[in-house]
């Protein structure tokens, strides 16, 4: 105990989110992989501690959507925003998904009316990465997909494939979570001779579609907003927030989704305006209490807010010694959070690597990996439900969720 901190671990949890299988998680989760997302079992973790059916569940940071499709998935609403285009698109997706059947039928019609249109004037950063026949189709659904929620469902598929390596990618291969940069791309497929492969993109989105519907979803009352964190207003309350905010000094999301936000019709350097990306130690602090402090008057009374950040490695130069400098981040927050109203006794759950005595080497490690840690604030005095889930069995075997699918 630390102040009114207290400290426990992941797995110490009671029937922890850490015995969660891989194929646990419903596949619509896969849609995307994206840098700086938390594991679907987590939000389920504490969307059951903290809510019951028919609550709403917010996250203001929602990254891919990963939190509101846990809550969808639970019987709660589902509520996601995020300030960069590609994640709204991919929580829009998650809290509006479409039938296997609509988007078959949408995907025909777009392979029917298919033109065949110019590529000449795409950006040539663009065109390092795919074939002429692949960009050609890439353009033309970049071109004619609008913002129905239908054609929002498709465009996240093609966010899912347009670049990776697996079977359904559309680029030269490469990494699937974040766009790379042009110029490392072009120099290592040419050492490596990769060729830029040739696909039937229609048939590759449908495939896409596939994989991550498998079952029918049901009708979804989930909201999905693309604001910056300080604009946005709400003119109905929340049970429970669960979200993890842009880490201090960390990742860069707009550039990691550039090639993404591209097909969105976006230029990552306007979208970077919009985000919080800083090496300040202050104006990080300043930020996240004006976020906290919306947080706080978001939610009920007697409600949960659950923030994951993690510890970050800072290069600094103390007595002209390069040295490396760990911030909690964790930590960091707390002061400002009872600031803003949550309560005092706040909890801190690590979220570390699986050996026990793993934990000292790794924090001091010259790695710089990060800890997530979990802040578990409150406001008010919030119910806790025991959380029964069987994370043993895989979600498409489920029978408890097949009875709702
Ligand atoms: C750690 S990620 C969230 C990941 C998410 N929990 C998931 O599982 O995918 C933080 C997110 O904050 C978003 N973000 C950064 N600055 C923002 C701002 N000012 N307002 C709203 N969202 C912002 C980033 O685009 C990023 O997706």
Known sequence: MKD????????????????????????????????????????????????????????????KGTAPLEAYLTDRIGVGNDASPDAYILTHAKVKPSSIEDVEKRLKELENNYDEP???????????????????????????LGDSDLEIFIKSLVLGILHGKGELALSLPMSHSYSMSPSYVEKYSEENDLEKPEKNVFEAVRKKADRVLGRPLKETKGEAYCEEIL?????????????????????TYAWDNWLRLWFLGHNFKQVREKLIQTSDEEKYENYMKDSLRKMYKWLKPDSACIVVVGDVTKKVTENGEKKKKII????????????????????????????????????????????????????????ETEVKTNWKIPFMSSQDTLEDF
Request: glycine share 4%.
């Open 118 to 144: 110019d590529i000449e004037n795409v950006d040539e950063d663009v065109k390092i990465f795919f074939s002429d026949h692949n960009l050609r189709q890439i353009v033309y659904l970049k071109r004619e």
């Open 4 to 63: 009114n901190i207290a400290y426990t671990n992941s797995y110490e949890l009671e029937n922890s989110y850490k015995k969660a299988i891989d194929d646990w998680q419903h596949p619509l989760h896969r849609t995307c992989s994206r840098l700086g997302s938390f594991p679907p079992e987590l939000a389920h973790y504490f969307i059951q501690k903290y809510s019951d059916k028919g609550d709403r569940v917010l996250d203001p940071f929602a990254g």
């Open 231 to 251: 604009d946005l207003e709400f003119d109905e309350k929340f049970d429970l927030i669960v979200t993890s905010p842009p880490y201090y000094h960390a990742l």
């Open 328 to 383: 909690n981040t964790a930590e960091r927050l707390v002061e400002p959070a009872k600031d803003v109203g949550f309560e005092t006794d706040i909890r801190i759950i690590n979220d570390e690597v699986p050996e026990e005595d793993k934990y000292s080497d790794y924090i001091e490690s010259e790695q710089g990996v990060k800890i997530d840690r979990i802040l578990e604030l409150k406001k008010g005095d919030p119910e």
